[in-house]
């Protein structure tokens, strides 16, 4: 899994969100925005990750139990694909 | 320990203007809800908003406009009209006092579109244009208008 090209993740006002680049349109009212475990999540996926080695990567990062981590990973994917933000 | 759920955020223009400009200059397009109500009655805040787009063929009357004044304020106004020497006279569509001197160079971008609840605008249109002819003009009146109307009403409660 990848995160697709053509998007990058910023930090302005405090809050990590995604904006497409180039001459795609932003639009303030309704982008998508991530905490802290989540914009390291998108930073893993901008190179090709599994399933595994992203809970790995949460796991070495944060002091969560494994199953919470598969969990948040899950969820984080599943968020993406609802944005049409990942290659899969 | 991920956040999923719908969340609202409120940030200022300078904070976000890093992204707009880079934005603008790559040829895209910006949309954000303005908070002022200097363009009633066709930007009405909180839920409608504007999108910008960098200047590419110059400014002509009636367009609006998006430019920050030297004090750092950023302003959205409709140009009314370009002077011969290219510099442009605006004015909010809900606001009775004109702003002279802006030059096109001074402009950051110009609205192509307007979301107002929850429709697009089509500035092409019929009624975009009457509106453009018609209310526009009769900001004077309507500010007048509206300003005799508050007066009355708070003598009728006085009374």
């Given amino acids: 899994m990848k995160v697709k090209d053509g998007f990058i993740l910023r930090c302005v006002a405090g809050q990590n969100i995604v904006i497409p680049v180039g001459e795609e349109a932003i639009n303030f009212n309704g982008m998508v925005s991530f905490n802290e475990s989540g914009a390291f999540l998108w930073k893993a996926l901008e190179q090709e990750k599994s399933r595994e080695e992203l809970a790995q990567a949460l796991l070495l990062e944060y002091e969560v139990s494994e199953e919470s981590a598969y969990a948040d990973v899950d969820?984080?994917?599943?968020?993406?694909?609802?944005?049409?933000?990942?290659?899969? | 320990m991920s956040d999923f759920s719908k969340k609202t955020v409120s940030a200022s223009i300078e904070e976000m203007l890093p992204i707009i400009e880079e934005k603008l200059?790559?040829?895209?397009?910006?949309?954000?809800?303005?908070?002022?109500?200097?363009?009633?009655?066709?930007?009405?805040?909180?839920g409608d908003s504007v999108t910008l787009k960098a200047i590419s063929d110059g400014v002509k009357a009636g367009d609006i406009v998006f430019y920050r004044r030297q004090n750092g304020e950023f302003v959205?106004?409709?140009?009314?009209?370009?002077?011969?020497?290219?510099?442009?006279?605006?004015?909010?569509?809900?606001q009775l006092w004109k702003e002279y001197g802006i030059t096109t160079q001074m402009v950051l971008a110009k609205a192509v579109s307007v979301n107002r609840k929850g429709r697009d605008i089509d500035f092409s249109s019929f009624g975009y244009r009457l509106y453009l002819r018609m209310i526009v003009p009769m900001n004077t009146i309507r500010v007048f208008f509206k300003i005799a109307i508050r007066k009355i009403k708070r003598t009728l409660k006085i009374k």
Wanted: glycine letters at 10%; proline letters at 7%.
């Fill in chain 2, 76 to 94: 959205l106004h409709r140009a009314l009209k370009v002077k011969k020497n290219g510099d442009l006279v605006l004015r909010g569509d809900n």
């Fill in chain 2, 25 to 46: 200059k790559a040829g895209g397009e910006v949309t954000f809800s303005p908070q002022g109500i200097s363009m009633w009655p066709l930007i009405v805040p909180p």
């Fill in chain 1, 75 to 88: 969820a984080f994917v599943e968020k993406l694909r609802k944005a049409n933000l990942i290659n899969e």
